[in-house]
């Protein structure tokens, strides 16, 4: 068992930087893919990001790419999300997720979700 909890969400303007945490319990956290995924109003849950057990295999989805950085800390049981340059069209809930295994990128393979932090950017 896993349980996650985010946070770090909140209002930005167009260009400023968040960092989103996932803070994990359980002792299979060090054993577990992470992914970010994220869910504006009235869409399906999109994939982000997402980062292997011991940080050496990471995949972004291409709309973040040279702006946000998955990284993992499995000393202190969390994983992070730094947003940087951030867009309008970032505007979502972002969850965190946890799976045993290797990295995913469809929401479906992943077993273990958080309840989400709001993420507002303003134009």
């Known amino acids: 068992q896993v349980q996650l909890v985010e946070s770090g969400g909140g209002l930005v303007q167009a260009g400023d930087s968040l960092r989103l945490s996932c803070a994990a319990s359980?002792?299979?956290?060090?054993?577990?893919?992470i992914g970010w995924f994220r869910q504006a109003p009235g869409k399906e849950r999109d994939f982000v990001a997402t980062?292997?057990?011991?940080?050496?295999?990471?995949v972004r989805t291409d709309s973040v790419k040279g702006r946000f950085t998955i990284s993992r800390d499995n000393a202190q049981n969390t994983v992070y999300l730094q947003m940087n340059s951030l867009k309008p069209e970032d505007t979502a809930v972002y969850y965190c997720?946890?799976?045993?295994?290797?990295?995913?990128?469809?929401?479906?393979?992943?077993?273990?979700w958080g309840q989400g932090t709001q993420v507002t950017v303003s134009s």
């Open positions: 359980g002792r299979t956290f060090n054993n577990s893919a």
């Open positions: 997720a946890a799976r045993r295994g290797s990295i995913a990128t469809r929401s479906q393979q992943y077993e273990y």
């Open positions: 980062i292997s057990w011991n940080g050496g295999a990471i």
